[in-house]
């Protein structure tokens, strides 16, 4: 039976231990490689970019190694953005795609996510055969048919081209003062030359990668600093990408932070208004504020709701057709645009909202009000099972009952990290204490 490899998001976990080791990377890489040769054809390509931590270079390697070993000619783009990896696998008419990085995770965990041909994340079909083809084997190539490896220099700068065609052709950004905050991640050099081009006043943070310090005290996940050099500038606004600029965070003039739900409200008002949002719907997940759904019900729009993770809000988009969706954690996907999350386009669609209508970011980044929410992390150890424990399902159920009609409760695993997560919703802030904190404490003693 083959080993369970595929998270919510690709491979991810500690670099260097299992499964993020050199050794799976060569064999993720090669059964990769197998699977999408499977026509028997000669000329088969595959895109690799990476973040900026220091494990890249090793995963990079020996993913290399893997899909040559199998026939695959591999492009190798350096740190770009995973949306950079989504496009350009289908621009450059790869037939895979593979972006190397833990996107908001600590600079020692590192993950491998791939993209089929038409530059969307691979399905869990997919995923589970090369899953099956990492404990089979892989048959390898003749000698004559290995592959090549070679470097693409301009893949950023195709990406950053792309990236100014979603920004209105007849607008700029002169005038405006614009923080951006890279996490001292893949989009380090991109978003901030993006901005500059098309006029704004860019002040940079988190742009000095040293393989150690991506998300550190920095972008979508630590936004303090970004905060900081907004107040401290004068600026009009902020944007805080995560390691791999699939998340963003907007900050207003006064400091305020913006979460992806917000984002999505607005532009979700603005598509409705425009006829453009197909559907008349919005894709989120469980995870979104329950003050979003009464918001777009206020519109006449609905909120459909997935499971956690940007791929299967994207995986409904398809279904449904529709264009707009993204989680409440920075994610916003247009497919009209982009395959994948965007955070650099999702900050330029804000400043298009900003030009367009000559607001301040304060009077675009706080569209509905919230329903007091919760989220509590217990991390776990390999191997425990805490939320099969009878005590803490008793404790979860009850909690269940207790919010009936005045909130709403969700308890799962993290599909990237070891943790349970416990999340509740309830206008009354101190029972909301309550309840996760009861929660949270039994959990704790079924891991301790």
Known sequence: MAEKLFGTDGVRGLANSHPMTAEMALKLGAAAGRFFRSDGKNDHR????????????????ALTAGLTSTGMNVLLLGPVPTPAVGHLTHSMRADLGIMISASHNHFTDNGIKFFGPDGFKLSDEAEADIERMVDEGVELAHPENIGRAR????????????????????????????VIDCANGAAYRAAPEALWELGAEVIEVGVKPNGTNINLECGSTDTRTAVKAVLDHGADVGICLDG???????????G????????????????AEKGALRGGALVATVM???????????????????????????????????????????HIVMT????????????LQFLAAMVETGQR?????????????????VRYQAGQTPLDDENVRKVIAASELDLTGKGRLLIR??????????????EDETFLTQVVDRIVAEVERATA
Request: charged share 30%; net charge negative.
């Open 288 to 330: 979104s504020n329950l003050g979003l759904e009464r918001y777009l019900g206020g519109k006449g729009l609905r909120l459909e709701r997935t499971k956690v993770g940007d791929r299967y809000v994207v995986e409904r988009m398809r279904e449904g057709g529709f264009n707009l969706g993204g989680e409440q954690s920075g």
């Open 256 to 271: 305020r932070v913006a979460d992806g739900d917000q984002i999505m409200a607005l532009m979700a008002g603005r598509f």
């Open 151 to 178: 470097r693409i220099d301009e893949g950023r700068h195709r990406y950053v081209e792309f990236i100014k065609t979603t920004f209105p052709s007849d607008h700029r950004l002169d005038g405006l003062k614009v």
């Open 336 to 347: 009209d645009y982009a395959t994948t999350g965007d955070g650099l386009l999702a900050g």
């Open 244 to 254: 791999d600029a699939d998340r963003v965070m907007i900050i207003d003039e006064t």
């Open 46 to 61: 595959v895109v690799i970019g990476k973040d900026t931590r220091l494990s890249g270079y090793m995963l990079e390697n």
């Open 413 to 426: 695993k993290s599909g990237t990290e070891p943790l349970i997560r416990v999340m509740a919703e309830c």
């Open 361 to 377: 970011a304060s009077d675009l980044t706080q569209v509905f009000d919230t329903v007091p929410q919760l989220l509590k992390n």
